[in-house]
């Protein structure tokens, strides 16, 4: 049976490709030539992730949820969600927590703005039982 295995990529225009791809590298570990812990050696012209859950989402184009002139959100799992914050606020960016995003259930958020505006949720999932 063929079908869709999973998240393939992310493409988005910048004023500045080359300089936000260094931000998310630098600040998050992320794009190509990263890898998560425990994925193997990094390959230049991708990013190694570890297997989980990957939420799909379209939202109301009302939505308050990320800013408005933003046509999108990008939502990154994370482990150690408070080490990354206290690196993130050392760094000199400004991270948002809400008490109200955190559920038992769902996990732990933060929110982070990279450069250019758009809006980057960090969630750290629930451990599992």
Not at 5 to 19: C, M, S, V, Y
Not at 29 to 54: L, R
Not at 97 to 117: K, L, Q, S, Y
Request: net charge negative; aromatic share 12%; glycine share 12%.
């Amino acid at each position: 049976m063929m079908g869709v295995l999973g998240f393939g990529g992310f493409f988005f225009r910048a004023a500045d490709p080359d300089g936000l791809a260094a931000w998310y590298r630098d600040h998050l570990g992320v794009g190509n030539g990263c890898a998560a812990e425990g994925t193997g050696d990094p390959q230049p012209w991708s990013w190694s992730v570890t297997a989980g859950p990957v939420v799909f989402q379209p939202f109301q184009a009302a939505s308050d949820y990320f800013p408005a002139d933003k046509a999108f959100m990008l939502n990154l799992r994370v482990a150690g969600l408070d080490a990354l914050i206290a690196k993130l606020r050392d760094a000199g960016i400004a991270v948002e927590t809400r008490a109200e995003w955190d559920t038992p259930e769902v996990g732990r958020f933060a929110r982070i703005h990279d450069p250019e505006g758009h809006a980057i949720e960090l969630w750290e999932p629930p451990a599992a039982p």
